[in-house]
Nanobody
């Protein structure tokens, strides 16, 4: 599965950005957003399970929203009230049947919050 992220960029603290991840046949897969900040390990941000369940990391609950539009083969991450600690390279990924283990990865899109 090829995944292509877009929508990254720079924002001021308190601002918003929306990331997109275009993928072939996304409705067939559990999917997720991950991020990796400089010097830190990659961490899960949000997961979208095929039954519609959405799971968020505590650090983004109430600020980020994961969604998908199957008619456009696209998954989104709406990020509001951004904080400097949200600065990272963001990746979308498919998840294996355990709903946690990443399968295929996109190339990543940079988000910088100042």
């Amino acid at each position: 599965v090829k995944l292509v992220e877009s929508g990254g960029g720079s924002a001021q603290a308190g601002g918003s950005l929306r990331l997109s991840c275009e993928a072939a046949f996304p409705s067939a897969y559990h999917m997720a957003w991950f991020r990796q900040a400089p010097g830190k390990e990659r961490e899960g941000v949000a997961r979208f399970i095929v039954d519609g369940t959405r799971i968020y990391a505590d650090s983004v609950k109430g600020r980020f929203t994961i969604s998908r539009d199957n008619t456009k083969n696209t998954m989104y991450l709406q990020m509001n009230n951004l904080k400097s600690e949200d600065t990272a390279l963001y990746y979308c990924a498919t998840l294996l049947t355990d709903r946690q283990t990443p399968g295929c990865w996109g190339q990543g899109t940079q988000v910088t919050v100042s």
